[in-house]
């Protein structure tokens, strides 16, 4: 099992920038690869971005266009989203997700979930 917990979620203003964390622990983890994901009310499950635990390789969603940055820290277990330029648009429920198989990640297929952390970009 891995447990995932986001943080860093909140109200900024469009243009400003956040940093979600999402903490990992359980007797399963690393696993192979970590993502975040979003949902704004209404719309379906988005992929944001992801990265191998092993070697930190990225992969970002097409509308992220170089505004977030994911990046892990090996000593804390944690998975980092940094991001800038905001706009409203990127307002939703942002989740960390977690697993072994990438196969399914950009369908959003991944066996282990967070709870989420909201986040709102006021325009």
């Known amino acids: 099992q891995v447990q995932l917990v986001e943080s860093g979620g909140g109200l900024v203003q469009a243009g400003g920038s956040l940093r979600l964390s999402c903490a990992a622990s359980?007797?399963?983890?690393?696993?192979?690869?970590m993502a975040w994901f979003r949902q704004a009310t209404g719309k379906e499950r988005e992929f944001v971005g992801a990265?191998?635990?092993?070697?930190?390789?990225?992969i970002y969603g097409d509308f992220v266009k170089g505004r977030f940055t994911v990046s892990r820290d090996n000593v804390k277990n944690k998975m980092v989203l940094q991001m800038s330029s905001l706009n409203p648009d990127d307002t939703g429920v942002y989740y960390c997700?977690?697993?072994?198989?990438?196969?399914?990640?950009?369908?959003?297929?991944?066996?282990?979930w967070g709870q989420g952390t909201q986040v709102t970009v006021s325009s």
């Open positions: 997700a977690a697993d072994d198989q990438t196969g399914g990640l950009l369908r959003g297929q991944l066996e282990y």
């Open positions: 990265i191998k635990w092993l070697d930190g390789t990225t």
């Open positions: 359980g007797r399963a983890f690393p696993t192979r690869i």
